[in-house]
């Protein structure tokens, strides 16, 4: 039955309304860039396993001159997106993230070697 004052054939506008996809993906695709930031690591040719991130391409001038003399010359590695939930193998995104936003660079060193390790002896003395 058609209320008073309702045509036939006509439609409810709530019937046409957009409807979300789904929670996690957008109705529109969106350009926007994921929340992060992308660095630029660099390998140090005089000191192995010695890595530099930058927050800019080749801007070397970001360095402090002492630890550029002592590391360069440096050798293009890699670029790499530092969205939140990225992880490294050495470092801590998080920090890296920090380093890069307050002084244009994060330096990543070599881990600490290894104590050395020594049998027991056989006969039970510690010398």
Known sequence: MLAAG???GRLDRDAFRPLPV?????AFPSRAKPA???AYVYKSQRKPDTYVYLAKRDDFDAIPSTIGTALAPFAFVLEVA???GRR????????VRANLADHGFH????PPPLAPVTPPR???RDD
């Open 6 to 8: 309702e045509l036939p």
């Open 22 to 26: 789904s929670d996690t993906i957008p």
């Open 36 to 38: 992060g930031m992308h």
């Open 82 to 84: 530092l969205t939140p």
């Open 88 to 95: 490294l193998a050495r470092a801590d995104a998080a920090r």
């Open 107 to 110: 330096l990543q060193l070599p």
């Open 122 to 124: 056989i006969d039970g």
